[in-house]
């Protein structure tokens, strides 16, 4: 095949520079994954990846709400089995004083006395429960959460002392500060007991007595239910942050750039890019030679 020498065609100049435009194309797409550490950052790279990718990444923001419903309702456990505690010790102190109060020997005033001492601890009672809330929810007083355990609607379950099947009405809450009513003894909701109950004698402080003790019953059975919850919402979170890692995982290895394989492309397609070079400058050099044929 006969070589063409013409000033107007220089077909050797025009491979040369559309061989160096791919080169410049690669380079700038090695030195686009290595600054921004993604194969596939936009879904032009690969639009069926970046769309799986992108799915994931809501995913994750999604379990992100998650996380932090289980942190409101952890909180929440924390703070009534906080409150549960000291009330469990006011309730013992109560049983003590019912006791005492069905001794049939007992005068009038020492009948006052443990009066005042019951009206004392159930104003007690009252604070504690008040002031076991966390944003809103008491769930000393009845009150429930409804934690998120995943993304879908229906991904939920309920704290609270009394939550459905566990088989308490657990609640303490008081209409005035010498009187609890609806629940002393959690359940008895027509009850009002105060410190006239042990000063009206031994067979009224010996009902008074038995409320106590299913108080107590009860307030354990109820903090019971509270920590279990408590686990539950503690494995979630856990599971949760594990799912999170994983998803993550998933999406990078779906877009992240191996980082080794493009710093060996970054010096392959520089020393192209310079040979490149030099064999443009060869090809459009030779348009020159044809002077030397006149």
Same mark, same amino acid.
């Given at each position: 095949?006969?070589?063409?020498?013409?000033?107007?065609?220089?077909?050797?100049?025009?491979?040369?520079?559309?061989?160096?435009?791919?080169?410049?194309?690669?380079?700038?797409?090695?030195?686009?994954?290595?600054?921004?550490?993604?194969?596939?950052?936009?879904?032009?790279?690969?639009?069926?990846?970046?769309?799986?990718?992108?799915?994931?990444?809501?995913?994750?923001?999604?379990?992100?709400?998650?996380?932090?419903?289980?942190?409101?309702?952890?909180?929440?456990?924390?703070?009534?089995?906080?409150?549960?505690?000291?009330?469990?010790?006011?309730?013992?102190?109560?049983?003590?004083?019912?006791?005492?109060?069905?001794?049939?020997?007992?005068?009038?005033?020492?009948?006052?006395?443990?009066?005042?001492?019951?009206?004392?601890?159930?104003?007690?009672?009252?604070?504690?429960?008040?002031?076991?809330?966390?944003?809103?929810?008491?769930?000393?007083?009845?009150?429930?959460?409804?934690?998120?355990?995943?993304?879908?609607?229906?991904?939920?379950?309920?704290?609270? $002392? #009394? =939550? %459905?099947? /566990?088989?308490?009405?657990?609640?303490?809450?008081? +209409?005035?500060?010498?009187?609890?009513?609806? !629940? *002393?003894?959690?359940?008895?909701?027509?009850?009002?007991?105060?410190?006239?109950?042990?000063? $009206? #004698? =031994? %067979?009224? /402080?010996?009902?008074?007595?038995?409320?106590?003790? +299913?108080?107590?019953?009860?307030?354990?059975? !109820? *903090?019971?239910?509270?920590?279990?919850?408590?686990?539950?919402?503690?494995?979630?979170?856990?599971?949760?942050?594990?799912?999170?890692?994983?998803?993550?995982?998933?999406?990078?290895?779906?877009?992240?750039?191996?980082?080794?394989?493009?710093?060996?492309?970054?010096?392959?397609?520089?020393?192209?890019?310079?040979?490149?070079?030099?064999?443009?400058?060869?090809?459009?050099?030779?348009?020159?030679?044809?002077?030397?044929?006149?």
């Amino acid at each position: 095949m006969s070589v063409l020498n013409s000033v107007n065609t220089n077909t050797g100049a025009a491979i040369a520079l559309n061989n160096l435009n791919t080169i410049n194309r690669e380079l700038a797409t090695t030195q686009n994954r290595i600054a921004t550490g993604l194969e596939v950052a936009t879904a032009r790279d690969n639009g069926a990846i970046f769309a799986i990718a992108q799915n994931q990444r809501s995913e994750v923001q999604a379990f992100d709400a998650v996380s932090r419903s289980l942190d409101r309702g952890s909180a929440a456990v924390d703070v009534s089995l906080a409150g549960g505690e000291q009330l469990g010790t006011l309730l013992n102190d109560l049983r003590e004083v019912a006791l005492e109060a069905t001794d049939e020997t007992l005068t009038d005033d020492a009948r006052a006395n443990l009066e005042a001492s019951v009206d004392n601890l159930v104003g007690q009672i009252n604070s504690f429960i008040g002031n076991s809330d966390f944003n809103g929810v008491n769930l000393l007083a009845g009150g429930t959460f409804t934690a998120r355990t995943g993304t879908g609607s229906t991904d939920t379950f309920e704290i609270g $002392a #009394g =939550a %459905a099947g /566990a088989g308490v009405d657990f609640r303490l809450q008081a +209409t005035t500060a010498a009187a609890i009513a609806g !629940g *002393l003894a959690f359940g008895e909701d027509t009850a009002t007991v105060s410190g006239a109950d042990a000063a $009206a #004698g =031994a %067979a009224a /402080a010996a009902t008074f007595l038995g409320q106590i003790e +299913t108080s107590i019953t009860n307030l354990n059975q !109820g *903090l019971g239910n509270i920590g279990a919850a408590g686990n539950r919402v503690d494995s979630q979170i856990a599971f949760n942050e594990s799912l999170v890692a994983s998803l993550n995982a998933g999406i990078g290895s779906l877009v992240d750039a191996d980082l080794a394989q493009e710093s060996a492309n970054l010096t392959a397609l520089q020393t192209q890019q310079q040979l490149g070079l030099a064999a443009f400058g060869i090809a459009n050099s030779s348009a020159s030679s044809i002077l030397g044929f006149f």
